[in-house]
T-cell receptor, first 116, second 114 residues
Framework: GAVVSQHPSWVICKSGTSVKIECRSL??????MFWYRQFPKQSLMLMAT?????????EQGVEKDKFLINHASLTLSTLTVTSAHPEDSSFYIC????????????FGPGTRLTVL | QKEVEQNSGPLSVPEGAIASLNCTYS??????FFWYRQYSGKSPELIMS????GDKEDGRFTAQLNKASQYVSLLIRDSQPSDSATYLC??????????????FGQGTILTVHP
């Protein structure tokens, strides 16, 4: 149980284009999903908290107009990286909780984004 | 002071030995603590969660929590080469804008050699 999927698993795009990453909870309803970014040899950094049916809450320093998050249903949250640049190249990982924000977070497999 | 500090390692232990991973945290009100394992190039996977002071055992893994000392540890008994990974300590925020958010340590790289 508590399986989270992400799509795509990797993506390569040109600078200036937008990329959408999907995060799905496959066997449970996730009222809260989190989006993280991880650069090589660094730990995970929380980007935003996404609650179904409401606006995402972004961490300090994360541009909300650049990283658009939509949590339209209890099983799906999307992250769109708009006007991507090479410095956005990173490993993007989502997580979901089964009951609420303080519950265990289960992580998706991650999406590796490379911006050329 | 970092919010979450882990012994960075790398920690190298022989197969069959006990690996001891340590973590201290600064948020005194944290109530939930998680240990994740991350293989290179992969996302974290949950190893243990612990909420109360004391020990919690799950198979070869034992988590220990001491809230007064703001300390949490993970012991891996009978270490196997497949345990070689980065181990992440993550307390969850308990109030205010930190509610439910995990703060990750920099991770401890564990290598189990045959």
């Amino acid at each position: 149980g508590a399986v989270v999927s992400q799509h795509p698993s990797w993506v390569i795009c040109k600078s200036g284009t937008s990329v959408k990453i999907e995060c799905r909870s496959l066997d449970f309803q996730a009222t809260t999903m989190f989006w993280y970014r991880q650069f090589p040899k660094q730990s995970l950094m929380l980007m935003a908290t996404s609650n179904e049916g409401s606006k995402a809450t972004y961490e300090q320093g994360v541009e909300k107009d650049k990283f658009l998050i939509n949590h339209a249903s209890l099983t799906l949250s999307t992250l769109t990286v708009t006007s991507a640049h090479p410095e956005d190249s990173s490993f993007y990982i989502c997580s979901a909780t089964t009951r609420g924000p303080t519950d265990t977070q289960y992580f998706g497999p991650g999406t590796r984004l490379t911006v050329l | 002071q970092k919010e979450v500090e882990q012994n960075s390692g790398p920690l190298s232990v022989p197969e069959g030995a006990i690996a001891s991973l340590n973590c201290t945290y600064s948020d005194r009100v944290s109530q939930s603590f998680f240990w994740y394992r991350q293989y290179s190039g992969k996302s974290p996977e949950l190893i243990m969660s612990i909420y109360s002071n004391g020990d919690k055992e799950d198979g070869r893994f034992t988590a220990q929590l001491n809230k007064a000392s703001q300390y949490v540890s993970l012991l891996i008994r009978d270490s196997q080469p497949s345990d070689s990974a980065t181990y992440l300590c993550a307390p969850a925020g308990a109030g205010g804008t930190s509610y439910g958010k995990l703060t990750f340590g920099q991770g401890t790289i564990l290598t189990v050699h045959p």
